[in-house]
């Protein structure tokens, strides 16, 4: 079984601010992890990914992330945040042994960007 | 690439009616999945399909749901008799058959139950 938590369900940050959403996830097998954003009454998008290679995954709208394989995290930054960002993400695990892989999601961050 | 479309995106039904989405995923996608996500809360997995096969069903999928991908393109969610705690944003995803391929997600059908 594979879970996600993330520890923080709302972040307040102002605007050029750097931000930090932390995720950490608990899993059996080895692992594929995923940050999505959603914007109200939309679907959500992908922004970045970890498959292998380089720990530190850099993604879309200048996000990046960081695979801590020793700490089971998963955090994801951007050094500033600008209103537009203010929406909800979501990290995700699925395992990458095969098969269909599940993929299960955190309960969300709301990033709340101030002017 | 035209993406990952649902229909309707708003419903609005009476307790006890039966309700039907659809989702026509990436048309490359042969991997399709069903998720409910409510307020506060993160996507919830529903049922997976592989092709036409349903592969997987979660057990919050109770006997009042069914799901469907008959040619392995499109698929449908029913949901029957429907209960004030249905009511959720229901999201389908595809994706390729690569094993780290990501999810592509629609906008999602938001359903109301009164």
């Known amino acids: 079984a594979q879970s996600v938590t993330q520890l923080d369900s709302q972040v307040p940050v102002f605007e050029e601010a750097p931000v930090e959403l932390r995720c950490n996830y608990s899993?059996?097998?080895?692992?594929?992890l995923f940050w999505y954003v959603q914007y109200p009454n939309q679907g959500l998008q992908l922004l970045l990914k970890y498959l292998s290679g380089s720990t530190l995954v850099k993604g879309i709208n200048g996000f990046e992330a960081e695979f801590n394989k020793s700490q089971t995290s998963f955090h994801l930054r951007k050094p500033s945040v600008h209103i537009s960002d203010t929406a909800e993400y979501f990290c995700a695990v699925s395992d990458s042994s095969g098969g269909y892989q599940k993929v299960t999601f955190g309960t969300g961050t709301k990033l709340q960007v101030i002017p | 690439d035209t993406g990952v479309s649902q229909d309707p995106r708003h419903k609005i039904t009476k307790r006890g009616q039966n309700v039907t989405f659809r989702c026509d995923p990436i048309s490359e996608h042969n991997r399709l999945y069903w998720y409910r996500q409510t307020l506060g809360q993160g996507p919830e997995f529903l049922t997976y399909?592989?092709?036409?096969?349903?592969?997987?069903k979660s057990r919050l999928l109770s006997d009042r749901f069914s799901a469907e991908r008959p040619k392995g393109s499109f698929s449908t969610l029913e949901i029957q008799r429907t209960e004030q705690g249905d009511s959720a944003m229901y999201l389908c995803?595809?994706?390729?058959?690569?094993?780290?391929?990501?999810?592509?997600f629609g906008n999602g059908t938001r359903l109301t139950v009164t």
């Open positions: 995803a595809s994706r390729a058959d690569r094993s780290n391929s990501p999810l592509h």
């Open positions: 399909f592989q092709n036409e096969a349903q592969l997987e």
């Open positions: 899993s059996s097998v080895s692992v594929y």
